[in-house]
């Protein structure tokens, strides 16, 4: 991934594809805390749960996500598109914060 002008460090926290009954989330690491997304249910207010989380935590700093464990079957697949364009976006987001000086110092 490149980075976009004036961004020197970027960590990477990991999201790892969890399955629980019948359910499976893709799952992401937040510094102590950890958010799920439903890929088998839809559940919107769930996703912008877990989004306003995202934005706190960059807020801290830049960060990009990482799939742990990627394997050949449709929800590694589609997770792995997913988090390329999350990644993006994110990047774009934290710019906008770093611009409107609303980084935590």
Not at 78 to 101: G, P, R, T
């Amino acid at each position: 991934m490149h980075l976009a002008k004036g961004v020197k460090y970027m960590e990477t926290k990991k999201c790892r594809i969890v399955k629980e009954s019948k359910n499976i989330y893709l799952e992401f690491d937040l510094d102590s805390k950890k958010a799920r997304i439903s890929l088998t249910e839809d559940k919107p207010n769930e996703i912008k749960k877990v989004f306003n989380m995202i934005i706190l935590n960059l807020k801290k700093g830049n960060f990009i996500f990482e799939l742990e464990q990627v394997e050949e079957n449709l929800f590694s697949l589609v997770s792995k598109e997913y988090i390329k364009q999350l990644n993006a976006e994110l990047n774009s987001v934290f710019l906008e914060l770093k611009d409107y000086e609303l980084l935590e110092k």
